[in-house]
């Protein structure tokens, strides 16, 4: 891995980074259910009020991984892919 100027940190920090996408998003449904117990309103509801912030959680985890590759120019280099992740997510929450 070194001799491809791949950093000792990366290959186990991208799956992890990845994987915690799929627990993040399958595993928010215990805080929601919970949370709607305490305040009394239907899991429907408050599920709105949560997958408002999916956007955003989707654009950090895009731009994490792009960090942990290659610091700010790779960043910079998958700006839009990761935007549009985002708005991605945000489209299909409206829907």
Do not use: H
Request: charged share 15%; aromatic share 10%; proline share 7%.
């Amino acid at each position: 891995m070194l001799a491809l100027a791949i950093r000792p940190l990366s290959p186990s920090a991208l799956p992890a980074l990845g994987y915690d996408a799929l627990c993040t998003y399958a595993l928010l449904a215990v805080p929601v259910v919970v949370f709607a117990g305490l305040v009394d309103r239907p899991v429907n509801e408050v599920g709105e009020y949560f997958a408002r912030f999916m956007p955003i959680i989707s654009t950090c985890i895009a731009l994490g991984m792009l960090w942990i590759i290659g610091q700010w120019k790779m960043v910079w280099k998958g700006l839009f892919p990761a935007l549009l992740a985002g708005l991605t997510a945000e489209r299909s929450r409206l829907e």
